[in-house]
């Protein structure tokens, strides 16, 4: 078992299939040959100083040396991009996760299959839908989505129905009203 070295290597592994665990990122990649498996470790400085990322880096080493002589195959670059849990974790804990997340890697992908979900919830409406919001129509034109506007966007009492908002007690006049007066 080889060790990752150059950058590239690095940013090729990063392209390349995921799997994530609460200690780290695995990343797997095919290199295409016949070749001795090759690991890389990355420790960002956020995970702690130079004391602590070494105690990571050289748990990780351990946990890799002793799954991925059995469960990495020829050919592979795996990376681990450590996240800070790696220090509290169990280390047996670490071993199964790396287990699952070299398992994970080599997991073939169902072509077509939806491997994001968006985040936002709602999916986005087509202008087909009959639903849909004209968006060129103006503000007070455009159809209600199931959620109350705010009473002045509607027409309702106030600055929409062209009467003016009487002043509140708590306001005072400034000098841009014309009303200040000097005591």
């Known amino acids: 078992?080889?060790?990752?070295?150059?950058?590239?290597?690095?940013?090729?592994?990063?392209?390349?299939?995921?799997?994530?665990?609460?200690?780290?990122?695995?990343?797997?990649?095919?290199r295409g040959d016949a070749g001795t498996v090759r690991v890389g470790f990355t420790v960002t400085k956020k995970t702690g100083n130079s004391v602590v990322r070494n105690r990571i880096r050289r748990?990780?080493?351990?946990?890799?040396?002793?799954?991925?002589?059995?469960?990495?195959?020829p050919g592979?670059?795996?990376?681990?991009?450590?996240?800070?849990?790696?220090?509290?974790?169990?280390?047996?804990?670490?071993?199964?996760?790396?287990?699952?997340?070299?398992?994970?890697v080599h997991t073939p992908k169902v072509p077509g299959a939806k491997t994001h979900i968006r985040k936002t919830g709602a999916p986005k409406t087509s202008a087909s839908e009959p639903n849909a919001a004209d968006p060129n129509a103006p503000h007070g034109a455009r159809k209600a989505e199931g959620r109350p506007e705010h009473p002045a966007s509607t027409g309702g009492a106030g600055a929409a129905a062209g009467t003016p908002i009487p002043p509140s007690d708590d306001m005072k006049p400034t000098p841009a009203d014309g009303a200040f007066r000097h005591d």
């Not at 748990?59 to 469960?71: F, G, K, Q, S």
Request: charged share 40%; net charge positive; no cysteine.
């Open 76 to 104: 592979f670059d795996y990376v681990l991009v450590a996240r800070e849990a790696a220090l509290r974790t169990p280390f047996e804990t670490l071993v199964r996760e790396i287990e699952r997340s070299v398992r994970k």
């Open 1 to 30: 078992m080889d060790h990752l070295r150059k950058r590239r290597d690095f940013l090729a592994a990063a392209k390349a299939e995921r799997a994530g665990a609460t200690s780290f990122l695995m990343q797997g990649r095919d």
């Open 59 to 73: 748990r990780l080493r351990e946990a890799v040396r002793r799954v991925l002589p059995e469960t990495g195959r």
